[in-house]
C-alpha cells in the first residue's frame, strides 16, 4: 500500500513540476514578441522575467525553509495556486490591451504585478517537491525519484514551446487560459494524491555539514555562465527570426517555439536515453557539452536562415544534455554525503542569477546586432568548458567539513 500511495504522489509531482515548466517556457518564448504586440519596448519585456527571476531566487530558500515548518503539502498547494491564478491574470491583460481598453503603462504595471507574484508563490514547487520526494523514496531510490522531477521540467517545457508554436501568436489568451488549466489539473492532483509524507524522528542527530565553496565554486560558475547563455537564446529567437530572417510577429512566436520544443526534446533523449549508455566521468561529459554547446552557438550566430538556426538549435540541446547532468554529478561528488542539499540551495542562486542576466542581457544585444548575443552565449561556454578543464587536476575527494549538533527536543 505505502509504495502504491507514494506511486500516486510521484505522478501527481510530475503533474506538478511539467505544468508550472509549461508555463514558464510558454512565456519565455512568446512575450518577447507578445511584448511588441503589447507596446512595451524588448528592453521593458527582459526585465519583466529578469526581475522574476531575482525574486525567485530570494523566495525559493524561504519556501525551502517553511516546507519544514508548516509542511510539503501546503507548499505544494500554494505553488501550484499561483501557477494557476497568474496566466488567468496574464491573459486579462493580453486582452484588454490587444482590443486597447487597457493603456500601455497600466498594462505594464499589471505585467510586472502578476509575474512577480507568480513568482514568490510557485517558487516553493521545486524545493517542496524535492524535499517530499526525499520523504519516500530510500537512499538507493533517491536518484531515480529525482530524475522524475527533471524528467517532469523537460516534458513542461517541449509542451510550453509546442504551445507557443501552434496557437501562443494567433490567440495568446487562449493559451494563457490552457496554462491555467494544466496548472488546476496538478493543483487538484496533489491536493487527492499527495498526502503529506511521514518525516524522520525530530529528535533524531542531525548532520550539519559545511561546505567547502572552494571545491565547487567552478560548478556554481558553469551553472551561472550555462543558465545565462541559455536564457540569452531563449529570449532572442523569436526577435531573431523577425528581425534579421523577415518573419511576421505570429510567424516568429510559432518557428520559434518548435524550434526550441526541438531544442529541449533533444536534452531529453540525451539525458534519458544516450547517458544511460555512456560511461565517460561527468568531468568529461561537462567539457565535452560546454565546448559543443559553444560551437552549437556559434553557427547558430552565423545561421544564415530558419533551417540552419533550427539545427543549431538541436545541436545545442544535445550539448546541454550532456553538459548539465555532467555539472551537477561532479558536484554531487565534490560535496560531502550530508551536504547535498546545501550544494544543491548553493546552486540555485546560479540558476537565479542566470534567469535574471540572460533576458535583459539577450534583449540589450539584440539591440546592436542580432547575432550578438548568440555570439555572448558562445563566450559564455566557452568559459564554462575553461572551468571544466580546472576541474581535472582538482583532487574527487569531497574535502568537506563536518560538525555535528543535536535537534533541540523543545
Partial sequence: MPSTRHGLAQIALFLALMANAAGQSFLLVVLPPLGRRLGFTDIQ??????????????????????????????VLVIALAGAMLAPLAFGFIVGRRLDGTMSVTLAL????AARSAQTLLSAGLLPASQAYVA??????????????????YGLGAIIGSALAWR?????????????SGLAGLALASVTL????????????????????LSRIWPFFAVTLVSISAYSIVQQVVALRLQDAFGFASDDSIAKAGLALMATA????????????????KPETLLGAGALLAAMALLLAAFARGYAELFGALILLGVALGLMLPGNMASLSLRTGPSAQGKAAGFNVV????????????????????PQMPFLAAAVLLMIAFALAISTFIRPTESGFVVRITRRSSL
Avoid: C, K
Fill in 45 to 74: 519585456t527582459g526585465a519583466i522575467l529578469s526581475v522574476s527571476a531575482l525574486l525567485l531566487m530570494i523566495a525559493a530558500p524561504t519556501w525551502g525553509y517553511l516546507t519544514e515548518r508548516i509542511g510539503r503539502r501546503p
Fill in 109 to 112: 504595471g499589471l505585467f510586472f
Fill in 135 to 152: 520523504d519516500i523514496t530510500a537512499p538507493e531510490g533517491r536518484a531515480g525519484g529525482m530524475g522524475i522531477l527533471g524528467a517532469a
Fill in 167 to 179: 496557437i501562443g501568436g494567433s490567440d495568446a489568451v487562449l493559451a494563457f487560459l490552457f496554462v
Fill in 193 to 212: 494524491l499527495a498526502p503529506e509524507p511521514r518525516r524522520g524522528n525530530p529528535e533524531a542527530v542531525s548532520l550539519a555539514t559545511d561546505l567547502n
Fill in 265 to 280: 526534446l533533444a536534452m531529453i533523449v540525451v539525458q534519458g536515453a544516450v547517458l544511460r549508455a555512456l560511461t565517460f
Fill in 350 to 369: 546560479g540558476q537565479g542569477l542566470g534567469l535574471a542576466i540572460g533576458p535583459l542581457t539577450g534583449a540589450a544585444l539584440h539591440q546592436l546586432s
